[in-house]
Each structure stands twice: as structure tokens, then as C-alpha cells.
């Protein structure tokens, strides 16, 4: 089961911490991704990293704005996002697929799906 938190209001240029915890296995083995899907829009890819080598692919609309991150003991996925526009509005998840995944960040190609968490950035 992916769970994802911590999601909620926020004025534009401010900061939210999401956080993707996994329970009945371990995030290690998995490339994870979190993605988002706006009213009418399709879903897309915005923070990536992979099982391997943990490296991280980043959309261009969120590049050097957020930030993905594992923590192993407690068995998350983070996306620190600041900066936020509210163009970042959205429903977003958090997804994995068991090993590496190439390309990274591609929506079809991640099979086991959390159940999102609303990110509203408002004045």
C-alpha cells in the first residue's frame, strides 16, 4: 500500500513537504515517482528517482524548485516543493515500478498507484 500526506493549501511561493510511505514492502527495491494530474489535464510525471543509483529525473516546470528524496529507515518518498505557483495545483500521487525503469518519469509505466494527495496553491 502507497499512502501519500501531507498535501493542503498554500499561498503561491510558499513550501510544501509530500510524503509517499509504503507499507506490506521496501522502497529500496523500487524506482519511485511522483506525478500529478490537474482538472482536465492529464496526468504527468514531476519528480523521479530510480532503485539503482537513485538518480532523479525532473520535469522542466518543477526543475530546481522540488526536490526528491528516499528515506530508507522509514521506508518514504519525499518531494519537497518550494516555490510553489499555482500552476503546481494539482492531485498529486505517488507510484512505483520494481527495479530501474527507463525512461524515467513515464505515467504508464508505473503500476502500483497511492491515492493522492490535493495540493492547492491559492492567494
Known amino acids: 500500500q502507497l499512502v501519500e500526506s501531507g498535501g493542503g493549501l498554500v499561498q503561491p511561493g510558499g513550501s510544501l513537504r509530500l510524503s509517499c510511505a509504503a507499507s506490506g514492502f521496501t522502497l529500496d527495491y523500487y524506482s519511485i515517482g511522483w506525478f500529478r494530474q490537474a482538472p482536465g489535464k492529464e496526468r504527468e510525471g514531476v519528480a523521479c528517482?530510480?532503485?539503482?543509483?537513485?538518480?532523479?529525473y525532473y520535469a522542466s516546470s518543477v526543475k530546481g524548485r522540488f526536490t526528491i528524496s528516499r528515506d530508507g529507515a522509514k521506508n518514504t518518498v519525499s518531494l519537497q516543493m518550494n516555490s510553489l505557483k499555482p500552476e503546481d495545483t494539482a492531485l498529486y500521487y505517488c507510484a512505483v515500478h520494481r527495479g530501474s525503469v527507463q525512461p524515467m518519469c513515464v505515467t504508464n509505466l508505473y503500476y502500483y498507484w497511492g491515492q493522492g494527495t490535493q495540493v492547492t496553491v491559492s492567494s
Open positions: 528517482i530510480s532503485s539503482s543509483d537513485s538518480s532523479t
